[in-house]
């Protein structure tokens, strides 16, 4: 049976990977140099100090399947009720339920603290990752056009939320 479970330092190796295969080689990110592990640690430390949460789903093998985190969505003040996460799940491992698995703790954990609105930064041609956004009651509520540019074209930004209406912090 898989885990999920708050991500340690030692995880941060696979982590990195899984970012750098989906995050550089496709436009799933618009990063374009790979992370070092020292760069991923660095933002572990930096999420943790702040109590963000880093998720990561570990197989029966001990391998490490993917990961979710998520951190506040603009940094003024104003915006501390809402969050932008990001999921990445393992080439070879999609497709089988490990990323509604690991949304799912992401979002009760979410909920737990209080959050009001999780926010999805998209690529507008990353099909797979919209839909399953939407199965996973998040709304696509905006498209940005040309504001990425990446292998040499522009891209579109499409904004997914989802919004919990029960939290109504101060
Ligand atoms: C997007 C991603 C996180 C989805 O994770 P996954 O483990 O493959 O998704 P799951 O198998 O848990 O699927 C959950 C739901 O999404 C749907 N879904 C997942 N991939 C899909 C695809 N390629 N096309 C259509 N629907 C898809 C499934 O049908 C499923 O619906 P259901 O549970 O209601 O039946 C994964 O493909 C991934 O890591 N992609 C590369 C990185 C990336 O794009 N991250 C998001 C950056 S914004």
Redesign the pocket.
Same mark, same amino acid.
């Given at each position: 049976m898989p885990t999920i479970r708050p991500a340690r330092i030692r995880d941060i190796p696979a982590v990195t990977d899984i970012y750098n295969e989906?995050g550089v080689g496709t436009t799933?990110s618009y990063a374009l140099q790979p992370v070092t592990v020292a760069d991923r640690q660095a933002w572990f430390e930096r999420l943790t100090a702040d109590e963000y949460p880093v998720l990561v789903m570990e197989d029966s093998d001990g391998l490490i399947v @993917?990961y979710a985190s998520y951190s506040q969505f603009r940094p003024l003040d104003g915006y501390r009720h809402t969050v932008e996460h990001?999921?990445? /799940?393992r080439e070879g491992r999609?497709?089988?339920?490990? @990323?509604?698995m690991l949304m799912t703790a992401l979002i009760d954990y979410a909920r737990g603290r209080g959050v009001h609105v999780m926010v999805?930064v /998209?690529d507008g041609a990353?099909?797979?990752?919209i839909?399953?956004h939407e199965?996973l009651g998040f709304e696509v509520v905006s498209r940005l056009p040309q504001v990425g540019r990446k292998f040499g074209r522009w891209l579109d930004v499409v904004f997914v939320t989802r919004i919990f209406e029960g939290n109504h912090p101060g």
């Open positions: 989906a799933a @993917g990001s999921v990445y /799940i999609r497709d089988a339920g490990a @990323g509604r999805g /998209i990353n099909d797979a990752s839909t399953f199965r």
